[in-house]
């Protein structure tokens, strides 16, 4: 099915199903232990072997030697790879650096060997074991000491310029001029990342922890140099992943090379260390903004610059993009530069881009409305824009943001926030309050489904969609139990097999409505075979209630399949509509918090996030999304930050008592709300993306409410204690 025209009404539009609040219908078995995860499935190959991954001890330079002998004859040991013995392993396209290094070391914990044994204990201890000598090499570690080598990157659209800039800002009578920065950060998902392989012959199969099956598989293909028909990924269940999962890692390309060499299967899963130092994270950003107003508030000049590094050959971390669509101005440019850092691989995390670029610009925008004595909320009003400001000839299929912004300041009560900063006090606490907009683009990408109808009157969907926590199941049940008229209990899901119909995926907040308008279309041929097979031929055929009608003739949907199993394939691929129209979602945070008077410490009090993502299609997962994206806003505004080690290149607190992130103690009361919104531009679901939508300037909007609270602007986060402790209002 090919989406070329603005969807009309269809048998979505009935909201029987769809819309409603239901519960995922995969919680009693994670509730219950049940649900199979990559690293426990025992029960899917026999004579399973262990393997523990030996990283490098340095971030730059070359193997030297490598003793084994010890760790070769310890107890059950069967096999210890390393380059010299894996055959030919080419680098994948979606892996900046190779995901077994030797004899060159490009980062801090690149596997250098992998050790096969018996037991899990027995591959550990003989990994330890493992002699390595290294020829170390000078790197670069230190963005802010890189940053004047920082280059143009040759792919995507590194600077954009519309009028002139920096004419309307040495105008503008009103000016910003600021510099801020973001540290590295870790996905820090519970389930590491995991994967069991094992070898039929020529044929693979791996049961991995992966967000994107299908990506994967054509990167393992070329990895291993076999036919990506002879590989197949199984990821039913994923225990979080955040942009983690998206590619291949060690785990995956090891454990299938150590289960060719040992002829069993092979079983790893990667420690906490090695997760945040060997798999991918959210790089530091350096962040210069630059807003031009007129004296009654009105941008005339915006430019946004952004710094950022990763190996080489890798991609900046695009802290930009939003501040192309999210205000209007007609003098405006951006700019992205990134250094070369030999670092662990950059990449992406939940809302790249968006994520800490409006960590930025949301607090910048702040800035500018104190400087014009103007309300925050108002001055984002002034400055909406209903077409997309660099091209103003492509409108916004959809954009609510003034909607969210006044109704979130409404409910959150928001006229009772003093504007004088540091003026507030409950006892002890000085209290504040923040507020920042959100934006994250909705993308569309084709996606496909099979479903089966049996004589049973069960609906099957099967497609290597896949669910990281964000309740797939659900909606793909939901749409399937909608087109074909039968309850939820009467549809089976199953995701996560390359086996499957190639969908979507989860990343980009994008898997949501793809994934279920793949569904639609292969229900819309299956509705097709169903009216045939019945010998329906009118145009206003109904599926409802278990039963097809057509005017005054009516039969059991189960009938059409008396014969045996109808089974419908199909595909949602896209016209241009999206690039006739700007395809966003908007929101708007509000927070408030309470900074102790003596020791500086802050506590967020409350939450709101207002919402506009076209159609939501469960409003109970949906929330759940968006709450949790709020607490990953609350965690890189106060706590989140790998700190480097700039000697050695390697991320010192890389395990989760280091690296901190919230907990229920530190996350208050959350509300959100969803503007009702159908984007019929964006798919026949009239749905668009909310995932990733919920993080975008929630850590701004904490930023700003301490500000509003101490008077204190901290523009390096994480807003920390230290930063601020001496500059705190005198005590009364």
């Known amino acids: 099915?090919?989406?070329?025209?603005p969807a009309t009404t269809n048998p979505i539009d009935r909201l029987k199903v769809i819309g409603k609040p239901h519960d995922r219908i995969d919680g009693p078995l994670k509730t219950t232990g049940t649900a199979p995860y990559a690293y426990e499935r025992h029960d899917v190959v026999p004579n399973q072997t262990y393997g523990f991954i030996v990283g490098a001890a340095i971030a730059k330079g070359r193997i030297s030697s490598m003793m084994l002998e010890e760790a070769s004859q310890a107890p059950g040991v069967l096999k210890i790879v390393t380059y010299e013995n894996a055959g030919k392993l080419n680098k994948g396209q979606m892996n900046t650096a190779k995901l077994l290094g030797g004899p060159v070391i490009e980062h801090y914990h690149q596997a250098v060997a992998l050790v096969i044994a018996e037991t899990f204990e027995q591959a550990r201890a003989a990994a330890s074991l493992v002699r390595v000598d290294y020829a170390r090499t000078k790197g670069a570690f230190d963005l802010d000491a890189q940053k004047a080598s920082a280059t143009k990157p040759e792919k995507g659209n590194p600077d954009t310029a519309v009028g002139d800039f920096a004419g309307a800002f040495a105008a503008a009578p009103v000016t910003l001029d600021a510099t801020y920065t973001t540290p590295d950060q870790s996905h820090a998902m519970m389930e590491p990342h995991a994967t069991i392989a094992a070898w039929e012959g020529n044929k693979l199969t791996l049961w991995t922890s992966n967000q994107m099956i299908d990506w994967s598989v054509k990167d393992m293909a070329t990895t291993l140099g076999i036919p990506k028909a002879n590989i197949r990924m199984v990821s039913p269940y994923i225990g979080g992943g955040f942009g983690g999962k998206l590619f291949n890692r060690a785990d995956v390309v090891l454990a299938a090379v150590?289960?060719?060499?040992?002829?069993?299967?092979?079983?790893?899963?990667?420690?906490?260390?090695q997760i945040m130092n060997n798999t991918t994270h959210r790089p530091a950003t350096i962040q210069r903004i630059r807003i031009g107003t007129t004296a009654a508030g009105k941008i005339t000049a915006i430019g946004h610059q952004s710094w950022s590094g990763n190996l080489p050959n890798g991609s900046p971390e695009t802290a930009v993009d939003q501040t192309r669509l999210l205000y209007a101005g007609a003098n405006r440019m951006t700019q992205l530069r990134l250094a070369v850092l030999d670092l662990p691989e950059g990449n992406a995390m939940r809302a790249p881009g968006e994520?800490?670029?409006?960590?930025?610009?949301?607090?910048?925008?702040?800035?500018?409305?104190?400087?014009?004595?103007?309300?925050?909320?108002?001055?984002?009003v002034l400055n909406d824009t209903q077409v997309d400001p660099e091209k103003p000839e492509r409108p916004f299929s959809m954009r609510h943001l003034v909607d969210c912004l006044q109704q979130g300041a409404d409910r959150f009560g928001w006229n009772k926030r003093v504007a004088q900063p540091g003026s507030v006090r409950d006892g002890r606490w000085l209290i504040g309050m923040g507020v920042a907009s959100a934006l994250r683009n909705n993308l569309l990408t084709k996606s496909a489904a099979r479903v089966r109808l049996n004589r049973e009157g069960v609906v099957t969907v099967?497609?290597?969609?896949t669910d990281i926590g964000t309740g797939s199941y659900t909606i793909i049940a939901q749409t399937a139990?909608?087109?074909?008229?039968?309850?939820?209990d009467k549809v089976v899901v199953r995701l996560g097999d390359s086996a499957f119909p190639i969908s979507a995926g989860s990343g980009g907040q994008w898997g949501g409505n793809n994934s279920t308008a793949g569904v639609y279309a292969a229900c819309v041929k299956l509705r097709e075979a169903v009216a045939a097979k019945l010998g329906f031929t009118g145009g206003d055929i109904e599926f409802s209630d278990g039963r097809v009608q057509s005017g005054n003739r009516q039969a059991k949907l189960a009938d059409a399949a008396r014969d045996g199993e109808l089974v419908a394939e199909?595909?949602?691929?896209?016209?241009?509509?999206?690039?006739?129209?700007?395809?966003?979602?908007?929101?708007?945070?509000?927070?408030?918090?309470?900074?102790?008077s003596a020791t500086g410490e802050i506590r967020v009090r409350r939450m709101l996030a207002v919402c506009a993502a076209g159609r939501i299609l469960n409003p109970k997962s949906a929330r759940s999304q968006v709450i949790g994206a709020m607490t990953m806003g609350v965690g890189a505004a106060l706590m989140e930050e790998l700190a480097v080690d700039k000697r050695f290149g390697f991320f010192v607190n890389h395990?989760?008592?280091?690296?901190?992130?919230?907990?229920h103690a530190d996350i208050p009361h959350q509300e959100v709300v969803f503007l009702d919104e159908t984007d019929p531009m964006s798919s026949p679901m009239k749905a668009k993306g909310v995932g990733e939508l919920g993080i975008c300037g929630v850590a701004a909007a904490v930023a700003n409410a301490v500000y509003n609270a101490t008077g204190v602007r901290v523009r390096n986060y994480p807003v920390t204690l230290d930063k601020f402790?001496?500059?705190?209002?005198?005590?009364?």
């Open 355 to 380: 994520a800490p670029g409006l960590m930025a610009l949301e607090m910048a925008v702040d800035e500018m409305a104190e400087k014009l004595k103007m309300d925050p909320v108002a001055f984002r």
């Open 1 to 5: 099915m090919k989406f070329e025209t």
């Open 725 to 732: 402790l001496d500059r705190l209002p005198a005590m009364t």
């Open 570 to 596: 199909d595909h949602i691929e896209y016209g241009d509509l999206d690039k006739k129209y700007q395809q966003s979602t908007f929101g708007a945070h509000f927070v408030e918090v309470a900074v102790d």
């Open 258 to 273: 150590g289960a060719r060499e040992v002829g069993r299967p092979v079983k790893i899963a990667l420690t906490r260390p």
């Open 462 to 465: 099967e497609t290597d969609m």
């Open 481 to 488: 139990a909608e087109m074909m008229g039968v309850p939820m």
């Open 655 to 663: 395990d989760l008592a280091g690296y901190e992130v919230p907990v």
